[in-house]
């Protein structure tokens, strides 16, 4: 998996560059008509993505971390039912330490070499699974620091002092708002930096071309750079989603989300250099837009998965939800303005249930042969 990031975010950027740079060094035209169904496959790939995916696996990770209290009810039952054999005589105490000693082999406590270290002060102890505070009384009971009595009255201590803590009641509204929070924070941003200026969609700014006619132009000279960084912004979010999937280790989480981005850059990429033409004197300066966008989501994408790497895995959660709220909006505004003109409408729609139906289906397949994975 250490490869896979380099090789998304070489991808990602040869996609960019390829159609950015087609309109601006050839001959080819747009072609608005088949522009827009590409855009609006697109959108529906990227809805699919978030829904199918990222919403999901981003709930699943930043909910994670109270996931460790359902081990902790099941390790508590065990250990309950060989107390209970201590208390009948049926084993002595030693031979009840080294039971408990095989559950938490079997519960995969310990990965780090350094997982016995001391924690500091008593508030902070039921925020560690039971698991931790159950062995450190253990490698003190082995390491003849406490005798086996000892360390029983102490393991029955941490088994009471831990259901007292499962019995106190859980914000399920905060953490709710929380994660809904994320995901409106990332719909949110793309809105208002749309509704500032810095937009996205270049698709609405192209003029119609008319061989015989001439051009109804009109020159964007103040708001060009504006675009061009609404773009750039948009394709570092891009990044970032990327970047959190690959944070989380699960290589089917980011190929799905690397695709979809994918899809979705190239014709991003392609409008973005049929607009700089339009707007840019010179070549060079339309060929530095496209770079600047092109450029935008692999450097993101590096940025956040060695951020988010070493973060809790709640976080990666919410910075994948965050991007799910951003993968919406452009979605929504890329195929929206089709949709309600009564002339493209029913096409938009088509093409936008097509790129929805199509990673369904994909999705569907890869769950059947057994490529997806939880990432956990």
Known sequence: MSSAPYIYAALTLIAALIAGLIPVLSKIKENPERLKMFTAIASGIIIASAMLIVIPEGYELASEEDSHEDDDVVLAGSIALIMLELNHNDI????????????????????????????????????????????????????????????IEEIETAISGHEHHDEEPHDEHGSGLLLGGAILGGFMLMFILEGSGIGHAVHEEHHDHDDHHGHNHVHHSDSGWMMVLGLTLHSATDG??????????????????????????????FSLGVFSMHERKDRNHSIRDVVIFSLATPIMMMIAFYALSDLETHIIGLTMLFSAGTFLYVAAVDTLPDVHNPETGKKALLYVLIGVLALALILMGANIAGLLEHAH
């Open 240 to 269: 970032l989603a990327i970047g959190a999937a690959a944070a989380t280790g699960s290589v089917s989480l980011t190929a799905t989300v690397a695709a979809a981005v994918l899809i979705h850059k190239a014709p991003a990429a």
């Open 92 to 151: 002595n105490e030693t031979q009840a330490i080294e039971e408990i000693e095989t559950l938490l082999g079997g519960h995969d406590t310990h990965q780090d070499g350094d997982s016995h270290e001391e924690h500091g002060d008593e508030n902070s102890e039921h925020d560690e699974p039971l698991s931790e505070t159950v062995e450190e009384i253990i490698l003190e009971f082995e390491s003849d620091e406490i005798n086996a009595s000892t360390a």
